[in-house]
């Protein structure tokens, strides 16, 4: 269970954290930690025990699990050094999380981008999946004609 985001205290300490992992992240020796890495959100809970980092990097996969495993081993002077720069009765625990809606948000922007280009570039009037288009003259879904022919009406 998490905090209530509509609490004042509760969103003035995650972004406290929010903006010291990112300091103290960015100024990691470790070298599986990459440097374009981005963390994007925090969520404490109600306890203050423990706090789950959601962070983004940017690279292949090969770099966000290299970068996952260099935040794990980091977390206890991750820890330690928020203890020293925020003036917390208890420092939570660190749960790093990979957030890949970045990644998401790039792949569909992408997507809408060759969707409009090919709008574009498509003759007016013409259909958007000629194959799905229904034609009276087809037979319908049941194997037959959709309508009723004059042989069909029993009076």
């Not at 930690?33 to 990097?57: A, E, H, I, W």
């Not at 081993?73 to 957030?99: I, K, M, V």
């Not at 969707?115 to 009276?136: H, L, M, T």
């Amino acid at each position: 269970m998490y905090l209530k985001k509509s609490n004042f205290k509760y969103q003035r300490r995650n972004e406290d954290i929010r903006r010291e992992l990112s300091i103290l992240i960015r100024d990691l020796k470790d070298p599986r930690v990459s440097t374009m890495t981005n963390v994007t959100g925090v969520r404490l809970t109600p306890d203050l025990q423990y706090c789950k980092v959601y962070f983004s990097v940017l690279g292949d996969e090969g770099a966000m699990e290299d970068t996952m495993e260099g935040l794990k081993a980091a977390s206890g002077f991750l820890r330690r050094e928020l203890a020293q720069s925020l003036n917390f009765r208890h420092t939570p625990e660190l749960q790093f999380q990979l957030d890949r809606s970045v990644e998401y948000g790039a792949r569909m922007d992408e997507i809408i981008s060759r969707v409009s280009r090919e709008d574009r570039e498509r003759p007016v009037g013409e259909p958007v999946n000629a194959d799905n288009v229904y034609k009276s003259d087809e037979a319908g879904i049941y194997g037959e004609s959709d309508w009723m022919d004059d042989e069909d009406v029993t009076e």
